[in-house]
Each structure stands twice: as structure tokens, then as C-alpha cells.
Nanobody, 118 residues
Framework: QVQLVESGGGLVQPGGSLSLFCAAF????????MTWYRQAPGKEREFVAG????????NYAGSVKGRFTISRDNAKSTVYLQMNSLKPEDTAVYYC???????????WGQGTQVTVSA
């Protein structure tokens, strides 16, 4: 059974840090482009960061570049998102997505809430 299970969300003060984790089950994790998205209340879901399966090259949304770091451990079938210098506008539900491209299905996790507030 395919599953993506996120964890690590919570409440943090502005300027603080959080680490998100996404554990994958039931598909060939190492061959997938892995991404993080987020959705704030009343807004559309948006891309945050992605990491390629081969070579590990990364890309980021402009709003998080320099503050967030995506990484992966293929041996553990896990993708991570390290979030530093958090701002109130980073408040959202964060989703992990396995991007299947043109020929394979995409898989989504259930999401984890991140709240940045004093």
C-alpha cells in the first residue's frame, strides 16, 4: 500500500526553526522526484521545494530560498524539509508529494500543520 506520512509540524515563534519528515512506503522512493508543497487558509496549494532522485539537485520557491533546505535519504525512503528563520506567512499545512512525472502516478501525504506565531 502506497503511503506518504509527514511529521514534525507544530507551533513555533517567528525566527524559529522546524524540521519536517516524510516517510514513504509501497513504491520505489529512490526513483521519484520528491517535493514539498504548502497550503495556507484561503489560498491555493503552492510548491515549496523539490529534490531529484538522481544527483540530488534541488530547487525552491523564491519565498523560502535561503531559509528552507530539502534533503532525502533513499536508504530510509524519507525526505526532509529543514525550515529556518520562519515567518508568520510560512503558516500552512505542508504536504509531501512524490512526483511521478508523465508516466507514473503522483502520491500525496496527508499533510502536517505548521503555525508560526508569537
Amino acid at each position: 500500500q502506497v503511503q506518504l506520512v509527514e511529521s514534525g509540524g507544530g507551533l513555533v515563534q517567528p525566527g524559529g526553526s522546524l524540521s519536517l519528515f516524510c516517510a514513504a512506503f509501497g513504491f520505489t522512493f529512490s526513483s521519484y522526484f520528491m517535493t514539498w508543497y504548502r497550503q495556507a487558509p484561503g489560498k491555493e496549494r503552492e510548491f515549496v521545494a523539490g529534490i531529484r532522485s538522481v544527483g540530488g539537485s534541488t530547487n525552491y520557491a523564491g519565498s523560502v530560498k535561503g531559509r528552507f533546505t530539502i534533503s532525502r535519504d533513499n536508504a530510509k525512503s524519507t525526505v526532509y524539509l529543514q525550515m529556518n528563520s520562519l515567518k508568520p506567512e510560512d503558516t500552512a499545512v505542508y504536504y509531501c508529494k512524490a512526483d511521478g512525472g508523465l508516466t507514473r502516478p503522483d502520491y500525496w501525504g496527508q499533510g502536517t500543520q505548521v503555525t508560526v506565531s508569537a
